[in-house]
């Protein structure tokens, strides 16, 4: 079908070279591109109807697809192809269009984030209203519909399942009729065969396209001709009826593959024995190095293969001019078609195929990065990771095997791929369980990853269940002091933390670092990594000055480490500022936190998860300083980064949501800083329970910004309320229950109860002179507040003395320019308010 130079303008869509290079030999289809053209254009321009090209393998569905985008790609301002037949792979195929839709990287942000953003800009139509998004061999629409865009562009999916009809609108492909069959293989042969031979071949192959193009792909580059080529059909045709071939894979076109590998198996058997290897790895592109990487490895079937450089390169070369194998020079990539994988695999015989099975496992473990937490080693995992689940490594109980499956799934969950790596993790588990027993080491150390996935997707019963189980298992299987139980261990505590058990959390960690400290030493990573988890804990049971040290420590050697990854020590930077921020050093904290933002955007990019984190805290710390317009201004930027990445529901987004609603507060824009704070504690209570720390914490914002709005009788019973479920949680003496305590005092006094206030106020002041230093800022505003009570109440001498003392300590520690010591002069009353720290 030719296209109409006059009616289709020269330009080109965004992210055109993401679609397959369209095939110069396409011919007829005339009548089903009209027909899904037409079909496309019925819907609306409001809400995308995907439409689903159905039929059998080998059928042209693909061709179908690339020439409709072709035809059409004036059309659309972005067309983008997602191959589709890897469910797994999907997500970060999504997600590699983000930086064309002006989104973040899923580099810097994780897969899971990226694609969502993907998903909810393609749906809102900015910045393309106008795009296609092509799926193609989506076989099993349950694991695709969801990541299906719903919006004002175009869905085309293919497809041999034909379940798709009972979820989109369905057009059905067939075999070429015979006149567009002769067209195309007399246009592809450039003449070189006559109508009654194109009519012969035609017939002997049953029209099917991608048999046609097979064999003239052989014709024209063996110059075999037509009755050379049908005598030898004829031939492998009757070898292959006898083996029962599946009634989807035709006969004919079987016939032809094979015609290809007869002629290469005389001449080079090594070739056949790689290509026979290659069925079993996925259909997607196999990285070339896994055969250099991994070659000692492998077993007695490929080792004579891989030890020979020139025999395996001549090997690939012959493969590939005979089209039995693309080469991707490029991506430095080799890949097979499914059908010829799946005929090859067929015609193996069942010992020789589990051992084919083995070595392509032993290969893949053998070519595996050694570290998945190192950031520059992903992209081999992505590669490796298409062909886990076509190859059946999960079945194999090799120890190397297992170490690289659980290598994989801890890359899915530092790219941020959750979901599918829950999915491998409860096959691993049950599999495993099933051959080894449910207490082996490989299984352990599966549960251990689950655990962490559960604590990623905010499922803290479920990893609470499962963690302390599984604690409790390696402990009597392994021992208390073997590795992977101190990692257990860590892991628990994780989970502890994340459900608010701050206390059990610390104390978990704390028998975790001695053991650490003790086998393996400080300097060990391993060590750091538990010693940063034990500051946190500091920091979440407010003792800043632990805190303080700890991650002072862990920071400094972090520094000085090899191999540690830079999302790592940008961590132990930001809990650094953190911890000397909460103890009350706002300006050295500011400092830091800037230092450590820096780094954050020129290391990993201003759209990192962990770069995010940082600008977080820094607007915080410009915040505490007093410098109020410049903390609103990066809070506002950090915030919608961060829903756009994440959505309303996660947490870092829910934490931002409360501190921009701080910096609306001290900005004085309250109404807005009311809608935000709303904003962020509509999540609480279902993303951590309605008694977890933060959800009652969170209440603190909500209760002064309700008395700064007039209601401070509404304000107290929101503090009263808050107070009373911090003391439970997490004590009476803790930072978060004496801040909603200095506010509840506030709330008294705005009422005209000085002396409850007075009464309130004293309580407060020794408990924070108890648990924080006289210098502390809890102790400084509570003593402020305190002096203005004491006043109302007619303690004027008592008063008088607190208020000197209280303003020389504000002068030296806060500086006399700041809001609060501003405040203090004026005879104002001083709030405070909650930042939640990341668990």
Not at 275 to 283: E, I, N, Q, V
């Amino acid at each position: 079908m030719a296209e109409n130079s006059h009616s289709i303008p020269a330009q080109v869509p965004k992210v055109w070279e993401r679609v397959p290079k369209r095939n110069p030999n396409f011919t007829g289809r005339a009548d089903l591109l009209s027909a899904l053209r037409k079909s496309i254009n019925t819907v609306t321009a409001v809400v995308a109807q995907p439409r689903a090209l159905q039929g059998l393998g080998g059928v042209g569905k693909t061709q179908l697809a690339i020439e409709y985008a072709w035809q059409y790609r004036a059309h659309y301002d972005l067309v983008w192809w997602v191959s589709a037949d890897q469910p797994m792979l999907v997500p970060s195929a999504l997600a590699a269009m983000a930086p064309e839709l002006g989104l973040p990287s899923s580099t810097s942000t994780g897969v899971e984030q990226a694609t969502q953003s993907v998903l909810r800009t393609l749906q809102n139509g900015t910045p393309y209203r106008s795009w296609l998004v092509i799926f193609d061999n989506a076989e099993d629409p349950e694991y695709i519909k969801d990541y299906i865009p719903r919006g004002p562009g175009h869905v085309l999916i293919t497809s041999r399942n034909s379940r798709w009809s009972d979820h989109e609108a369905t057009i059905q492909v067939d075999v070429f009729k015979r006149e567009e069959s002769m067209a195309f293989l007399r246009r592809r042969l450039a003449g070189a065969v006559s109508e009654a031979e194109a009519n012969q071949l035609a017939e002997m192959l049953g029209d099917l396209p991608l048999a046609l193009e097979q064999a003239a792909a052989l014709l024209s580059r063996t110059l075999m001709s037509v009755d050379e080529y049908v005598g030898l059909l004829e031939k492998q045709t009757s070898r292959l009826l006898s083996l029962e071939k599946a009634p989807t894979y035709p006969q004919s076109m079987t016939a032809a593959w094979q015609v290809s590998v007869s002629q290469l198996e005389d001449r080079i058997p090594e070739a056949v024995e790689l290509l026979r290897c290659c069925a079993f790895f996925g259909p997607e592109p196999i990285p070339r190095d896994v055969f250099r990487r991994g070659n000692r490895a492998v077993g007695p079937r490929l080792a004579p293969i891989l030890s020979d450089t020139i025999l395996l390169t001549n090997a690939l070369s012959n493969l590939e001019r005979l089209a039995l194998v693309k080469v991707e020079p490029s991506t430095r990539t080799l890949q097979v078609h499914r059908l010829n994988q799946a005929l090859l695999r067929d015609e193996t015989p069942e010992d020789a195929r589990a051992e084919l099975r083995h070595e392509v496992h032993l290969l893949l473990a053998g070519s595996a990065p050694n570290d998945p937490d190192d950031t520059s080693k992903w992209p081999a995992f992505e590669e490796l990771a298409a062909h886990l689940e076509p190859s059946g490594l999960i079945k194999c109980q090799e120890p190397a095997v297992r170490k690289f499956a659980l290598d994989l799934v801890r890359y899915l969950y530092q790219r941020g791929s959750y979901n599918p790596a829950q999915i491998l993790l409860d096959q691993y588990i049950q599999r495993w369980s099933e051959t080894s027993g449910e207490r082996h080491s490989d299984v352990l150390v599966a549960r251990i990853h689950l655990g962490n996935v559960y604590r990623a997707l905010t499922l803290y019963t479920k990893a609470h269940e499962l963690d302390s189980q599984t604690l409790e298992m390696m402990r009597e299987s392994l021992g208390h002091e073997h590795t992977e139980t101190l990692w257990a261990t860590s892991s628990y505590a994780s989970t502890l933390r994340g459900r608010g058990d701050f206390l059990l959390a610390r104390e978990v960690d704390e028998e975790a670092r001695e053991a650490y400290e003790r086998l393996m030493g400080k300097e060990d990573v391993r060590t750091l990594r538990v010693l940063n988890n034990l500051g946190v804990d500091y920091i979440l049971t407010s003792e800043y000055a632990k805190a303080h040290e700890v991650l002072e420590e862990v920071h400094l050697k972090m520094s000085s480490a090899e191999g540690l990854g830079r999302r790592l020590l940008l961590h132990s930077w930001s809990n650094l500022g953190r911890a000397v921020r909460l103890s009350g050093q706002f300006e050295v904290a500011t400092d830091l936190a800037e230092e450590a933002y820096g780094y954050g955007v020129a290391q990993l990019g201003d759209d990192n998860p962990a770069t995010l984190l940082a600008a977080k805290d820094f607007a915080i710390s410009l915040r505490r300083s007093g410098r109020a317009p410049e903390a609103l201004e990066l809070m506002l930027d950090t915030y919608a980064r961060l829903r756009r990445l994440y959505g309303d529901a996660h947490a870092d987004t829910m934490a931002a949501a409360l501190g921009l609603s701080n910096a609306l507060r001290v900005s004085g824009q309250h109404d807005e800083a009311l809608e935000m704070v709303h904003r962020g504690l509509t999540h609480y209570q279902d993303v951590f329970g309605p008694d977890h720390p933060y959800t009652h914490a969170g209440k603190i914002n909500l209760a002064l910004l309700t008395r700064l709005g007039g209601n401070a009788a509404a304000a107290r019973e929101i503090s009263e309320d808050a107070l009373a479920g911090l003391a439970e949680r997490v004590s009476r003496d803790h930072d978060y229950a004496l801040t909603c305590a200095i506010n509840l005092q506030n709330d008294l006094a705005a009422l005209g109860r000085h002396d409850a206030a007075r009464r309130l106020g004293e309580e407060t002041h020794r408990r924070v002179q108890t648990y924080f230093s006289p210098d502390h800022y809890l102790s400084l505003v509570c003593a402020a507040n305190l002096s203005l009570d004491l006043r109302a109440t007619g303690a004027e001498e008592e008063a008088g003395r607190l208020l000197a003392e209280t303003t020389r300590r504000f002068d030296l520690v806060m500086g006399r320019e700041h809001p609060d010591s501003l405040a203090l002069l004026a005879g104002e009353r001083i709030d405070c308010d909650f930042d939640p720290p990341p668990i």
